[in-house]
């Protein structure tokens, strides 16, 4: 069974505009979330997180938003760039202090077209 | 630059045969994860070590064996019994804080052919 799941297996913005990548988790332990960024034949790169005790977290063009009740958090990316085009991986982790491997979701792959 | 490096990027293994992918870091992380990215999967978790010495499994340790013998080394060996070894293999480590998550290398292609 999938505790983190992206539904949207891929989405096409264009240039400008805003991205709005989604994802819903099922474990209601998980306390922290992270967002991956993943280009073809590399490793993800991290992007932006959040814990259980924010609702928002922004970093420039990136911000994270997380709804505790509906087990739902989401990813904008304002505004969406050519260079934003990727894979983008949802993880969650219910260890915030110790070592406990994320799980992560299947990915969102984001075209940004010019 | 500190960092995390898999080696070869690319790998072909015929049928039967065992392979080991390297994996090393410079970063003093204590973690160490092994994943598998197949098409439309995500990221699965193979194994993973928090310390020098032990390991434990993952989602999908069948096929796989791992060892610690170094903090800064995880090597993956894909046994033959791993029915569908083709995929895309990324290690990644981690020393856990709330802005930090993991470093992932950039990846090992291994093929069957």
């Known amino acids: 069974d999938q505790q983190v799941k992206q539904n949207s297996p891929s989405l096409s913005v264009q240039e400008g505009r805003i991205s709005i990548l989604n994802c819903d988790y099922t474990n209601s332990m998980f306390d922290y979330f992270l967002w991956y960024k993943k280009y073809p034949a590399e490793g993800p790169t991290f992007l932006i997180s959040?814990?259980?005790?924010?609702d928002k977290n922004e970093d420039g063009r990136f911000t994270v938003f997380l709804n505790k009740s509906a087990k739902h958090l989401s990813l904008h990316i304002v505004p969406s760039q050519p260079g934003d085009s990727a894979v983008y991986f949802c993880?969650?982790?219910?260890?915030?202090?110790?070592?406990?491997?994320?799980?992560f979701g299947k990915g969102t792959r984001l075209s940004v077209i010019a | 630059d500190g960092g995390i490096t898999q080696s070869p990027k690319y790998l072909f293994r015929k049928e039967g045969q065992n392979v080991t992918l390297s994996c090393e870091q410079n970063?003093?992380?204590?973690?160490m994860y092994w994943y598998r990215q197949d098409p439309g999967q995500g990221l699965r978790l193979i194994y993973y070590s928090q310390i020098v010495n032990d390991f434990q499994k993952g989602d999908i340790a069948e096929g796989y064996s791992v060892s610690r013998e170094k903090k800064e080394s995880f090597p993956l060996t894909v046994t033959s019994a791993q029915k569908n070894p083709t995929a895309f293999y990324l290690c990644a480590s981690s020393i856990w804080r709330e802005d930090y998550g993991y470093t992932f290398g950039s990846g090992t292609r291994l093929t069957v052919v």
């Open positions: 959040i814990s259980s005790i924010k």
């Open positions: 993880a969650a982790s219910d260890g915030l202090r110790g070592n406990t491997p994320l799980v």
């Open positions: 970063l003093n992380h204590d973690a």
